[in-house]
């Protein structure tokens, strides 16, 4: 609101240059403000989260392009990669902790606004940046980004954040955790309601294990390599730098520095991808088939990783893939990480392919993302309770098309990057009670390097047990 010369942000009155609250941080009294210096890495951040909030931008896919047109590395690189990233996981408690320090609750303040503070905010509460850093670089960052009048209402902000640190702001905007279990949990480990309530579920409910999985989903989590089988070797990336994984024999963490600067990675011979992906693509590789065993199916291969694993056996084997996924840009993601994978444009509801041909088939679902959510912060805030039934709907198509085109004898894999009870067990449990050439087989068997998958004939990974996304495998047989 303008009125007289005067400009108001949630209650902050500012007249000319001189606030009516306090002066900020880089002022000096009696004399000119300094001029508010620009913070390269800081300026990524702040655009990676304008562009997330604008234009549906995937973080994980925009950083490395902002990164290298800002000609950002090495420290700088992982300060902005940090900021931004831990933002927008911890934006659901930061915003609380706003609206105790604002008389306008964040939905009020301007979004380019808001998010200069939230990248405040998440310096101030969990970073090593000096509290003094934190608020003069923001301030700075408001002035050169919005202007004037906004910096002062950022430095009245986080002036108030700053007096207290998270574990003294936490029963302050939290609910009373005897009272309201889910609404403590949702804004102490900043997930929204819903999604709190869908994981207290799929971990049997119990409180504790929630907590600890939604702290998981609040870590940075390590970069994990495949070395894809005739064209690289595990041995060959820790030549570079990486350590052997704990249960993938083709899989290495990266403990630092840029994926792309490894030999292998940057010639395509290797890549990025988690370790749980790894174990159920090769889990369906795991399970005996009778007969048969030369025509494999990745039935939604994009963008293509466990389509890279699965080609790379193949062609050990002298077995065939056929890849195909829905869109366009994304089959040829799936050709580049393939080398002799047939890949096409074509629904996996809709076939191109005969029925009961396939001797092994791999379908990797769309699903909500809940299992992944420390690589993709932002999906948290993206996806809504109302997804969830038309995703299990397509899943269960999907399923059904998939158990179609696998021959008497063949295995279907059913994996979703969710832990969704609507989106694993009670998907794969509808498609096999409205069937009779479908038998559910016990996934662990298959994955017996790995511990704590669950008791039922389920695997699920878990971030909290596993260090993986939260990844579900069922496998089936189709019968005669």
Known sequence: MTTSGRREYGGIVTRGDKQADRPTGGGRAGGKRPKPVRDEARNVAYDLLR??????????????????????SGRDAALATELAYGTLRGLGTYDEIIAACSDRPPEDIDPPLLDAIRIGVHQLLRTRVPPHAAVS??????????????????????????????GQWLPIVAPDP????VGHLAVAHSHPRWIVSALRDAVGGRFEDAEALLAADNERPAVTLVAWPGRSTVGELADSGAVPA??????????DGDPSSVEAVGQGRAAVQDEASQLVALALTRV???????????????????????????????????????????????????????????????????PSVFDRVLVDAPCTGLGALRRRPEARWRRSPESVPELAALQRRLLGSALDATRPGGVVAYVTC?????????????????RSDAEVLIAPDYLEEVDHLGDGPYAQFWPHLHNTDAMFLALLRKTP
């Open 51 to 72: 562009a997330v909030d604008e234009r549906d931008a995937y973080a994980n896919l925009l950083m490395p392009t902002l990164l290298r047109e800002r000609g950002l």
């Open 137 to 166: 670089a923001t301030v700075d960052l408001v002035r050169l980004r919005i202007g004037t009048g906004a910096s002062k209402f950022a430095n009245a902000i986080l002036r108030k954040v700053a007096t207290r640190d998270l």
């Open 178 to 181: 005897k009272d309201d279990p």
């Open 246 to 255: 704990r249960y993938s024999p083709y899989a290495a963490y990266l403990p």
């Open 288 to 354: 005996p088939v009778e007969g048969s065993d030369r025509l494999w199916l990745d039935m939604c291969a994009g963008p293509g990783g466990k389509a890279g694993l699965l080609d790379s056996l193949a062609v050990q084997d002298d077995r065939h893939l056929l890849a195909a996924d829905q869109r366009f840009h994304r089959a040829r993601l799936v050709w580049r990480a393939t080398r002799r994978a047939g890949v096409i444009t074509a629904d996996g509801t809709e076939p191109a392919w005969r």
């Open 418 to 434: 969710s832990p969704h009870l609507a989106e694993t067990q009670a998907v794969v449990g509808d498609v096999v009670k409205r």
